[in-house]
Structures are given as structure tokens and as C-alpha cells.
């Protein structure tokens, strides 16, 4: 499976992700796009960040399981907050996630900004992902 680590000789991660990751032979990479705080019928969950977050990673959850793969299969995290206000709440819903997903602390790589804004003012976190999934046979998509 997927191997994720912290190699010595830096120091180590400043909060919970590995500085490495890397997929065996015989996975597909998965690129996924942002996701946002919205349900399946396009409204927002939220204006508070913790909310957006949680369903922000519920829809990768989602996307995942879509593509034939679920957390184990995470290469990499990358999350974009519209603001430092906002931090707290994305550290919110992000530890429970990452406490669910990754019970024994294997996290995936990580890396967060912030920006000044997103797509529409009222979005204040995004998560996008790269995954490495099964193979699927042709014409099983």
C-alpha cells in the first residue's frame, strides 16, 4: 500500500501530515479537484469554516469512493482557507476527519495557504487531493 513517512535529517512535520508519500506499482494517481463545503444539492453547509470543512471532506470522501478508493489511498492533501480567521474552524473539522480516517496517525502529505478569497465570498475553506487508486479494468469507469 500506500507508504507515507518523515525522513530524517529535517524536522519533523508541525502538525498531522508525513513529508512523504509514495504509491506502489500497480496504482492509478487520482487528481481531485477542490472540493467545498456544499451538499449534494449545491447549497452551502455553512458559514462557519469548521462546517465547510467537514462537508468539504465528506464530498472527498465521496469522490474517492467514486474513483474505487477511500482514505488509505491518499497521496496528498492541500487545503486553501480564505483567511487566518478561519484557521481555527479548518482545525476543527479537519481533526476529527483525520482521527476517523487515520486512527493510527499514517497521514497523508499536507500542505495549507491562505487566500484572500475563494470562488464566491461565502466559501471560506477548499481541499483538494491526489490519490493513488486499484486499477480498474477497462470499461468498468
Known amino acids: 500500500m500506500i507508504r507515507r513517512w518523515s525522513p530524517p535529517g529535517i524536522g519533523p512535520p508541525i502538525g498531522p501530515y508525513s513529508h512523504l508519500a509514495v504509491a506502489p506499482p500497480g496504482l492509478s494517481t487520482v487528481a481531485i479537484a477542490g472540493q467545498i463545503g456544499t451538499r449534494p444539492d449545491g447549497k452551502l453547509v455553512g458559514v462557519d469554516a469548521e462546517s465547510q470543512t467537514r462537508q468539504a471532506l465528506a464530498n472527498l470522501g465521496s469522490v474517492l ?7 488509505r489511498h491518499l497521496l496528498r492533501l492541500f487545503a486553501m482557507v480564505a483567511g487566518r480567521e478561519h484557521l481555527p474552524g479548518y482545525r476543527a473539522g479537519l481533526t476529527g476527519w483525520l482521527s476517523t480516517w487515520f486512527p493510527g ?11 484572500a478569497g475563494l470562488a464566491r465570498p461565502e466559501i471560506v475553506v477548499e481541499v483538494e487531493a491526489t490519490a493513488a487508486v486499484p486499477l480498474r479494468a477497462p470499461g468498468t469507469d
Open 65 to 71: 469512493a467514486a474513483a474505487g478508493g477511500g482514505p
Open 105 to 115: 496517525g499514517d497521514f497523508p502529505v499536507q500542505s495549507l495557504i491562505l487566500v
